[in-house]
């Protein structure tokens, strides 16, 4: 069950930056050997690195390589393709994990940095409920490993329809003419920086910011968001028209964002031809198709796997620093 602790203690509310990554380090890695959760390593310069059409890469260029490499987003590539390798050695592995470096070419702000940690993870035989149920465990123990051990309150799962339909901004998640629909009925004006292929996202999210975020912000426990819309499913599985997605939130700032992982190919392929679409319009570059990938996703049936933000989860339970103090290296 979710549970999270909410008020710090005193003792290690002023530890430094190093500290607290080392700690919350030292306490995951020993989490996931409970969890009898393999850790690994991936590459962090890759010939494909992301999938979602709004995520950027940074690229990277030498005289020996044949062409740009890309600093990985996530180890999610990697780490799918070492655990296919390692379910067809061991079919019973439980699963595996890494506390990985991530980069992407976004402004730095105060809940974000160039440059940050995802501890990410991916295991077998998995529903995804177990699988936040997991994820709540992993933030609660880091929460009180860093101080904020006096206070644990039940955490909270919310249907997306749900809780759109009980904000007052109710549509189809089924048909992405809704959702657009939905927003301009609020706001006859759509954004300037929409186009045709990605107009179902933007309204999605910017709704989401004006409906769903206030709720969340107001929570003071976990709270896991299921049931999102297939044009969000990114490499989610999709069924009935739903992403077997979920993302977590602590007092409106996302943690944690995983899913049961699409299996069939082909779909896949679909998806990621359809938000590289999304870029040529956007004029940036397209994502390059990971084919090793796509060729061994039928491999990948019954896995689930999330990543957590590590530097979100320490700034959210110490009021000294931001995500970006915590994703510093100098």
């Given at each position: 069950?979710?549970?999270?602790?909410?008020?710090?203690?005193?003792?290690?509310?002023?530890?430094?930056?190093?500290?607290?990554?080392?700690?919350?380090?030292?306490?995951?890695?020993?989490?996931?050997?409970?969890?009898?959760?393999?850790?690994?390593?991936?590459?962090?310069?890759?010939?494909?690195?992301?999938?979602?059409?709004?995520?950027?890469?940074?690229?990277?260029?030498?005289?020996?390589?044949?062409?740009?490499?890309?600093?990985?987003?996530?180890?999610?590539?990697?780490?799918?393709?070492?655990?296919?390798?390692?379910?067809?050695?061991?079919?019973?592995?439980?699963?595996?994990?890494?506390?990985?470096?991530?980069?992407?070419?976004?402004?730095?702000?105060?809940?974000?940095?160039?440059?940050?940690?995802?501890?990410?993870?991916?295991?077998?035989?998995?529903?995804?409920?177990?699988?936040?149920?997991?994820?709540?465990?992993?933030?609660?123990?880091?929460?009180?490993?860093?101080?904020?051990?006096?206070?644990?309150?039940?955490?909270?799962?919310?249907?997306?329809?749900?809780?759109?339909?009980?904000?007052?901004?109710?549509?189809?998640?089924?048909?992405?003419?809704?959702?657009?629909?939905?927003?301009?009925?609020?706001?006859?004006?759509?954004?300037?920086?929409?186009?045709?292929?990605?107009?179902?996202?933007?309204?999605?999210?910017?709704?989401?910011?004006?409906?769903?975020?206030?709720?969340?912000?107001?929570?003071?426990?976990?709270?896991?968001?299921?049931?999102?819309?297939?044009?969000?499913?990114?490499?989610?599985?999709?069924?009935?028209?739903?992403?077997?997605?979920?993302?977590?939130?602590?007092?409106?700032?996302?943690l944690a964002n995983g899913y049961r992982e699409e299996y069939r190919a082909e779909i896949a392929r679909a998806r990621w031809l359809r938000y590289n679409a999304i870029r040529a319009l956007r004029g940036v570059p397209e994502h390059?198709?990971?084919?090793?990938?796509?060729?061994?996703?039928?491999?990948?049936?019954?896995?689930?796997?999330?990543?957590?933000?590590?530097?979100?989860?320490?700034?959210?339970?110490?009021?000294?620093?931001?995500?970006?103090?915590?994703?510093?290296?100098?």
């Amino acid at each position: 069950m979710f549970c999270t602790a909410s008020r710090q203690s005193s003792a290690i509310s002023y530890m430094q930056p190093a500290q607290l990554r080392n700690r919350a380090i030292r306490t995951a890695r020993e989490f996931f050997a409970h969890e009898q959760i393999l850790e690994v390593r991936t590459p962090r310069a890759v010939v494909s690195a992301a999938l979602e059409p709004y995520i950027d890469t940074l690229s990277i260029a030498g005289r020996e390589l044949q062409e740009p490499l890309q600093l990985a987003t996530s180890p999610e590539f990697s780490l799918k393709k070492i655990f296919r390798a390692e379910l067809q050695e061991n079919p019973t592995a439980r699963g595996i994990y890494e506390i990985a470096p991530v980069f992407r070419d976004d402004a730095a702000s105060k809940n974000h940095s160039p440059e940050f940690t995802l501890v990410e993870w991916y295991t077998r035989e998995t529903t995804l409920d177990t699988l936040l149920d997991t994820t709540a465990r992993l933030i609660t123990t880091l929460a009180t490993a860093t101080g904020f051990a006096d206070a644990v309150h039940p955490s909270k799962k919310f249907d997306l329809p749900t809780l759109f339909r009980d904000a007052g901004c109710a549509f189809d998640f089924a048909d992405e003419r809704s959702v657009v629909a939905a927003y301009q009925s609020r706001h006859p004006t759509l954004p300037t920086h929409l186009n045709t292929m990605d107009a179902a996202i933007i309204c999605f999210n910017l709704l989401f910011d004006e409906f769903v975020l206030p709720i969340l912000r107001a929570e003071t426990s976990l709270v896991a968001l299921v049931g999102y819309p297939t044009y969000l499913a990114a490499l989610a599985y999709e069924s009935e028209h739903c992403a077997e997605r979920a993302e977590i939130y602590y007092r409106g700032l996302e943690l944690a964002n995983g899913y049961r992982e699409e299996y069939r190919a082909e779909i896949a392929r679909a998806r990621w031809l359809r938000y590289n679409a999304i870029r040529a319009l956007r004029g940036v570059p397209e994502h390059k198709l990971d084919e090793e990938l796509l060729a061994h996703l039928a491999d990948l049936q019954g896995v689930c796997g999330i990543a957590v933000g590590l530097e979100r989860v320490l700034a959210c339970f110490n009021e000294h620093y931001s995500t970006r103090d915590l994703a510093r290296i100098d």
